[in-house]
Structure formats: C-alpha cells, structure tokens
C-alpha cells in the first residue's frame, strides 16, 4: 500500500499565509506532521504528498517522504492533484486531504477493513459545504459530492482504492473537470461498477478544517498527540 496526502492548494477558505496542513495543533505538531506520523506508527511507509502552494515550506519540513507538484494547483482542485500522484502507481492507494484531523483509531479502524475501495464517513447532518454520500440497498455508495441531496452523511477525506480499480479510477480522474474533486472520479466508476464501501468513522473525532471555525473545534478537541 501506498499513501498520498493531497497539500497543494491556497486553502482561501481558512485565509493563511502557507499551507494550511503546517497548521500547528496546540501540543506543537502540524496537521500534516500529525498525519504522517499516524501513518507510519500504522505499518503505511510510502507516503506522497502532493504540493504546489508554497511547496518549499512543506518540502523543508518534511525531507523524508516522496512528493508530487501540481503546477496548476491555483486553478485545479483535488482531482488532478490525485492524478499527478497516482499516473505512475500500482498499487493499493490510501489518499486523503491534508487539512483532515483525526485520532489514530480512526486510521487504524479504516485500514483493518480488507474488502473493496473504502471511504471514510461521519453519520451526521451535513451543510451545503460537506461532501456527502448516498447509499443503495446493499450498503454501497451510489453517490457522493457537496450535491448530494438524501445524504447519509459526511466523507470526511480519508479512501482507499484497491489495485484492481487503480487504473479505472485514474482514468476517470482524467476525465474530470479542472474544478472537480477527486470524488467526482468516484462517481465515475461507481456509475461503471466498481463497489465503494462507507466505513463508519463518527465514533470517533474527525475534523476537516476548511473554515476557522473548523480549525477552533481542532484546537479545543486535539489537545495530545495521542488521542
């Protein structure tokens, strides 16, 4: 397996003169930081991480991962960062955004689950701005993205795509708009078959951090490094 942490945007929403992943949490490590280490502490060694906004800033912090530039990362979003990392891959791929904060077992509950591609959820009533999620009858993801109107709840930016539907999955990335998001290819291969599984999260503490409101929750609620 392989990871990929998608870090290249401006991140306008939350207005912060670098990347928003070198957010320091109160007990002194960056979102970023914080992913990373999550990750290998669970067996995950081989990690990429897309950039393009003030790239130096994350390169210089981080010297011991693989990276992948986006130099369109000020008109694209997070469709075409993944596919600057994934075009050269095969393998089982974990992506997720860079500005997600969550505890560790939310990683290691996520990853103990061996069937199928998987996105990580929250059950919970979502705003216009969250990307959520619909399901059939057999558990399975028909639809997810900000659209989504009988939402189940949120995808909280944490997947895996498995080997097999790698090459699917890349193909769709490519065929998705400039502005969309990665999901957007996810839909594209549902729509093809492929079977996406939700993996129940909301146990758990998970935030996104998009606006400052979302980066006060963090503060209040990652207080140690092992939660």
Not at 21 to 48: A, C, D, H, N
Request: aromatic share 10%; glycine share 6%.
């Amino acid at each position: 397996m392989k990871a990929i942490i998608l870090a290249a945007g401006i991140g306008s929403r939350l207005s912060r003169p670098f990347p928003k992943s070198l957010s320091v949490l109160p007990y002194g490590e960056t979102i970023l930081g914080r992913q990373i280490r999550i990750m290998r502490e669970l067996g995950v060694k081989e990690i990429f991480i897309v950039v393009g906004f003030k790239m130096t800033l994350i390169m210089e912090q981080f010297p011991d991962v693989f990276y992948k530039y986006n130099p369109d990362y000020y008109i694209t979003n997070t469709s075409k960062s993944l596919l600057q990392a994934v075009e050269q891959l095969d393998d089982d791929i974990l992506w997720l955004n860079g500005d997600v904060v969550f505890e560790k077992p939310v990683l290691k509950n996520f990853l103990a689950v061996k069937e199928h591609n998987l996105v990580c959820v929250d059950r919970k009533s979502c705003g216009e701005e969250e990307v959520k999620y619909s399901l059939n009858k057999d558990g399975f993801i028909t639809e997810i993205s900000k659209e989504v109107i009988e939402a189940e709840g949120e995808a909280v930016g944490i997947n895996l795509i498995r080997k097999a539907d790698l090459p699917a999955y890349t193909e769709a990335l490519r065929r998705c708009e400039d502005q969309d998001y990665f999901e957007k290819g996810l839909e594209f291969i549902i729509q093809d078959g492929a079977k996406v599984k939700p993996v129940d999260i909301s146990d758990h503490a998970c935030i996104e951090v998009d606006f400052e409101e979302d980066w006060i929750s963090a503060q209040k609620k990652f207080l140690k490094p092992d939660q």
